[in-house]
Each structure stands twice: as C-alpha cells, then as structure tokens.
C-alpha cells in the first residue's frame, strides 16, 4: 500500500489515487483527508466508487487537523476539541451509510434523514480507518470509530504507553484497535553509511530552515507534533546532537517536515528496531524516505525480509 498525503502543497489525494487505481493492480490507496473537506455521505459514496473501479484497494487516513494558520488555511476555524467532535460525527455517519439500510443522524455538525447507501454503491467494503492523533481525543475517538490509531515514532517506552491507552479505551467500548506508527527511516547496509548519508543531508540544513521549521511548529495545536518538538528543545545546528537511544534521530523534520522521529542504522538494526515495535503490538507500519523510489527499494530488498523471519513470541507460542 501507499500513503497517499494531503498537505497544501500537494496533489489533492483522491483524485491521485484514482489515476494511479488505473495503472496499478495490486497496490492500495491509504487515501489521507480531512472530515471538512467533504460531508460524510458524499465522502461514502466516493469511497464505494472507487472502491469498485479499483477493486477494493481504498483505505482511508481520517486526519482531524492540527490547527493554526495550516488549518485556518483550510477554511477550517472549529477549536482542537470541537475539531474531534466532528471527525468522530463523521465516521459515524459513514458507518451507517455502509450499511446500507435507512437510518436517520442527528448530530452537533451533521444531520441525515432516511440516509444509507444504495445498491451499488452498498455493496461496496467500507475502507479501512486509520485515524491520526496522539490527544486523549483522538485516541477517544479512534477506540469508538477507527480500525487502526495512526502515530509517529517515539521513544519505545512512550510508544508502549500510547498502545496501552489505545487498547485500554477500545476495550472500553469491546474493540480491538489496532496500532500504526508512520516512521521515516535510512537504512543501510552499515551504521556508519546511515549516519554518513544523515550528515551529508543534513549539510543543507540552514539556520534558516530551522528557524523556519520552528516557527512552522510553533502555532500548532497538534499534541503529536508537541510531543515531536519536545525531543529537540534546544534547536541545535549540529545533527549528532539529535541523535536518541534506540537508532532514532530527532531531526528529520528539518530535512523535510513531518514528524521529527525516524530511524537510522544498518538494515538489521532497523530491522531490529521494527521487530521490538511488532513485539510491543505494532501492527502496521508507514515507512517513508526519501528519494521515494530509492530508499523503497532499499527497505522492500533488505529490510522488510528481515522482518519476515520474525514472529512475535505470544503468536509463535500459540502457533506452537
């Protein structure tokens, strides 16, 4: 599968993912959005569209947004809180329109009378839900709605709380929410050339960018990207200083954007980081370099069948 992304600087993502359905066979579309782009029906019929046109390859990355000039942007003004009202409305509404069978919806942002999908359009699979947050409120919302609770790397301590919460709120409701973490990561064939190649990229980071990069950070409403910034809280311009136990390295988003937390080692170091994920209840991974096509080569040939020889203990022992 591929993360398609929605940032105002990129391809809008549904229509992307469309054109690449028609080139494709296998590949699925982890579609990302925002609930105020489009109201939930239409959101469900567009879904079920393309799900048949592409053969059921659509999943969706629901992201609430996290606020300040990037969302004002959007024509978006609701507060953080109200912001996860309406994500958790959203996926309420489209729940009920796969169902396909009338229903009325009464809610703080949408309203639906005698709504529900119609044949075709109902016999579609509704998409996967990754939901995107690291609040209380999104984890809230994503243990009542969402298949997967979408997060960025951090330390493992902290991603072994974060799973904790997650299962501990799904539970409430009597889910099984499943955990994702979108990680940035170089990988190479020795330690020393993954930290080479950070040094070199890092050759083009500038007191300017980082000045830029904080004051982009700065106004965010995002508890994830908070969390993010919180490992770097000193802006230095030296890459060894951002260097974090575990092969992971807080600067990433100074290269690119995004989240600050990736992974840098030698294929099985990266490999080995992944698998102590996997053990902690990891089911999903989003991984991201760049160049794109390069560093997926690198990943897809020397990494990921390292962890294909891996199987959890707990499912080894019921295997056995």
Do not use: C, M
């Not at 080692?265 to 096509?293: C, K, M, R, W």
């Amino acid at each position: 599968g591929a993360l398609v992304i929605s940032f105002p600087n990129s391809e809008e993502s549904w229509i992307t993912s469309a054109q690449l359905a028609r080139q494709t066979k296998s590949l699925h579309f982890l579609i990302a959005f925002q609930p105020n782009f489009v109201h939930p029906v239409y959101a469900a019929r567009q879904a079920a569209t393309l799900q048949r046109l592409s053969q059921d390859r659509v999943e969706w990355n629901i992201i609430t947004g996290g606020g300040g000039p990037s969302q004002r942007w959007y024509g978006d003004f609701l507060p953080h809180d109200d912001r996860y009202i309406r994500t958790r409305e959203f996926l309420e509404v489209v729940s009920a329109e796969f169902k396909g069978r009338p229903y009325d919806y009464d809610g703080k942002i949408f309203q639906v009378k005698n709504g529900g999908l119609t044949p075709p359009h109902s016999l579609e699979r509704k998409p996967k839900i990754f939901l995107s947050g690291s609040s209380d409120a999104a984890t809230a919302v994503a243990a009542q709605q969402a298949d997967l609770l979408l997060n960025w790397l951090e330390p493992l301590e902290a991603v072994k709380d974060n799973i904790r919460r997650a299962q501990d709120k799904s539970a409430v409701y009597g889910r099984d929410l499943k955990y994702a973490l979108r990680i940035e990561l170089v990988a190479r064939e020795t330690e020393a050339e993954a930290w080479r190649d950070v040094a070199r990229a890092w050759g083009k980071v500038t007191p300017e960018v980082i000045a830029a990069r904080i004051a982009q950070f700065a106004p965010s409403e995002s508890v994830g990207a908070q969390r993010q910034q919180a490992f770097n809280p000193k802006p230095s311009e030296r890459w060894e200083d951002l260097k974090l136990p575990g092969n992971r390295w807080a600067g990433f988003s100074y290269l690119r954007g995004g989240p600050a937390v990736g992974l840098v080692g030698s294929y099985a170091q990266v490999a080995e980081q992944l698998n102590e994920l996997i053990d902690l209840g990891v089911s999903t991974f989003v991984l991201a370099g760049t160049p794109h096509l390069e560093e997926s080569l690198r990943v897809g040939e020397e990494v990921l069948p390292l962890l294909r020889q891996h199987l959890p203990a707990a499912k080894l022992q019921a295997a056995q």
